[in-house]
């Protein structure tokens, strides 16, 4: 079981920057490959960003490459997603995601991720 606590989340103007965190407690946090999804207003849950069980890899969806940042931190059971040059389409509810299945990669897919926070809604105004 993993149990996950976003926080981080804000109103910020366009070509801001935010950094979202994600605090994990459970066993399992150590062996899982975690992921960031957002849901803005009227649209599906869609991947944004995720990083392999040891770090040593990540993935980004092609909206956010060269802007955002995944990474972790296995000693202190954190995720962290740093959000540069922030855009009014990036509004959305973010959630922070754990992939409980114990492959290595990161896959994409809201079904392959068995855990879920509560997420932290991102404003961006233009």
């Known amino acids: 079981q993993v149990q996950l606590v976003e926080s981080g989340g804000g109103l910020v103007q366009a070509g801001g920057s935010l950094r979202l965190s994600c605090a994990a407690s459970?066993?399992?946090?150590?062996?899982?490959?975690m992921g960031w999804f957002r849901q803005g207003p009227g649209k599906d849950r869609e991947f944004v960003a995720g990083?392999?069980?040891?770090?040593?890899?990540?993935n980004y969806a092609d909206s956010v490459k060269g802007r955002f940042t995944i990474s972790r931190d296995s000693a202190k059971m954190m995720v962290y997603l740093r959000m540069d040059n922030l855009k009014p389409e990036d509004t959305a509810v973010y959630y922070c995601?754990?992939?409980?299945?114990?492959?290595?990669?990161?896959?994409?897919?809201?079904?392959?991720?068995?855990?879920w926070g509560q997420g932290t809604q991102v404003t961006v105004s233009s």
């Open positions: 990083i392999t069980w040891d770090g040593g890899a990540a």
């Open positions: 459970g066993r399992t946090f150590s062996g899982a490959a």
């Open positions: 995601a754990a992939d409980g299945s114990r492959r290595w990669g990161v896959r994409v897919g809201v079904s392959a991720y068995d855990y």
